[in-house]
């Protein structure tokens, strides 16, 4: 499978997030968004911190050190821009460096700084806590989205432990090392062939999703997160279908042609997905569900959400076309079934 389809969901799927927190912030207040952010990162860190750390090698590194490069190597290898400094055992630098890849584009217009800092207490607080060593804080001293040229800080070793609210804590007068390439950690990833990158820079952002849907319904409630995660992922998935099929080659035109685009779409998700015609309609057959595969049963808002990114990209292929969801996993059908036929002779059913 080409990297042209991994990056095709990556782009989608980064828009996906991206723009589920800008929403919030536009359709809510930016304190509802910074409780998403905070959920959602911390939900990643419980999820992927102790053994991202392991799988890396890091295990048997000074704390602050481990932690300072665990999330220099795990964003790199995402396809985040992102310097490593170290200091000393206790002390270690890393800077998220513009243009910042979650605020893709113009989006880090419209960021409130509480979501920035809610970021870091959701992941980077909490290190020191899950590590079992209290005294473990990080103290931030830039944010990309209050103007200043990254975001920026270290983790230091304290020499008591840390309260509650000191884990983390702001310095915006402190300065950053520069980034000397030669002294950071050697990317394992560095000479792996372009396909693999992309399918790493897939998985790295489905994860985020994979995390910030369930978040959404937890923090607002199924009807409104069905309502926010809706309109995102209409808006992003009209906003993103033409570069999508751009990405993955040409679509032909009507029902076949949008039930080529979810096939080839769902396979580079690591989805087996297979379509077939049933008279005026196409019905599409996803066997696999791999964004959520593992997790407790989801409630229904989660797949809506997910869902609306199909149905905004079929308004763009074809406004006339319809797109109907006849089975879904969370009605215990074990798979995803829809059918796409023109509208007009559906409304008259």
Not at 129 to 143: A, K
Not at 185 to 190: I, K, S, T
Not at 328 to 333: E, L, V
Request: charged share 25%; with cysteine; hydrophobic share 40%.
């Amino acid at each position: 499978m080409s990297g042209g389809r991994y990056h095709a969901v990556e782009v989608l799927y980064h828009a996906f997030l991206t723009g589920l927190i800008l929403t919030t912030v536009t359709r809510r207040d930016r304190h509802a968004a910074a409780e998403l952010v905070f959920r959602t990162f911390r939900r990643q860190h419980l999820e992927k911190f102790l053994p991202g750390l392991a799988k890396l090698g890091l295990t048997g590194l000074p704390h602050a050190v481990a932690c300072a490069q665990y999330h220099y190597l795990s964003n790199l290898l995402g396809g985040v821009r992102v310097e490593y400094m170290y200091e000393s055992d206790r002390k270690a630098w890393v800077r998220y460096v513009p243009p910042r890849w979650i605020w893709h584009g113009t989006a880090i217009c419209a960021v409130p700084s509480e979501v920035s800092r809610a970021m870091l207490r959701g992941w980077h607080a909490h290190n020191g806590i899950s590590l079992g060593n209290p005294r473990l804080g990080f103290v931030c001293t830039q944010q990309t989205v209050d103007g200043q040229p990254g975001l920026a800080g270290y983790y230091l070793e304290h020499d008591r432990e840390l309260g509650p609210d000191e884990r983390l804590r702001f310095a915006p007068g402190e300065e950053a090392p520069d980034f000397d390439p030669a002294r950071a950690p050697r990317v394992e990833g560095a000479d792996w062939p372009p396909e693999r990158r992309a399918t790493v820079a897939r998985n790295y952002v489905m994860e985020y999703v994979r995390s910030i849907l369930p978040e959404l319904v937890a923090a607002f409630g199924p009807a409104e997160a069905r309502h926010l995660g809706g309109v995102t992922g209409r808006l992003i998935g009209m906003q993103y279908y033409a570069e999508t099929v751009g990405l993955l080659g040409a679509v032909a035109p009507g029902a076949a042609g949008f039930a080529d685009y979810l096939q080839r779409m769902g396979e580079a998700q690591g989805d087996r997905v297979g379509w077939d015609r049933d008279g005026d309609d196409v019905v599409v057959r996803q066997a696999t569900w791999r964004l959520l595969d593992g997790l407790e049963p989801q409630a229904p808002a989660v797949f809506d959400a997910w869902n609306a990114l199909w149905e905004g990209a079929l308004s763009v292929h074809d406004r006339h076309l319809d797109l109907v969801v006849s089975r879904r996993p969370d009605a215990g059908d074990g798979r995803i079934e829809w059918r796409v036929g023109p509208r007009r002779a559906r409304n008259r059913t």
